[in-house]
């Protein structure tokens, strides 16, 4: 569940996407790379690409969702809003379960 990185050799199509390390390697997110060559352009670095299912190296292309930065952080928090609602209603079905159980507690002791 975590970012993978490629590396790219100077004259890579792409390189100029590319983080440079002290070491003078340069590296690619692979979603980022991956779009790109989809794309047959760099990207901007205001894109964005997303990982649809949330799992960050599933990097197959269905996977990914080219956005900008301010849609890819409405996107998060929709993600996050989401979850919380399903917290939420987990959360009040419990209480109502509970309750059940109890008033079946005393139903069945009289
Ligand atoms: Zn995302």
């Known amino acids: 569940m975590s970012i993978k990185y490629i590396k790219v050799p100077s004259y890579d199509l792409y390189s100029d996407m ?6 003078g390697e340069l590296r690619i997110p692979e979603h980022r790379y991956i779009m ?5 352009r760099c990207l901007t670095s205001d894109e964005v690409v997303h990982h649809k299912n949330g799992d960050d190296s599933d990097n197959r292309l269905s996977n990914l969702l080219l956005t900008d930065k301010s849609n890819h952080s409405k996107i ?4 996050y809003s989401d979850r919380i609602a399903r917290w939420q209603a987990r959360r009040a079905k419990s ?3 509970a309750e059940l159980a109890r ?7 009289t």
């Open 18 to 23: 590319a983080y440079k390390y002290k070491n």
């Open 76 to 79: 998060h928090r929709k993600l």
């Open 95 to 97: 209480v109502v379960n």
């Open 36 to 40: 790109a060559q989809h794309l047959r």
């Open 103 to 109: 008033n079946k507690l005393l139903s069945d002791s």
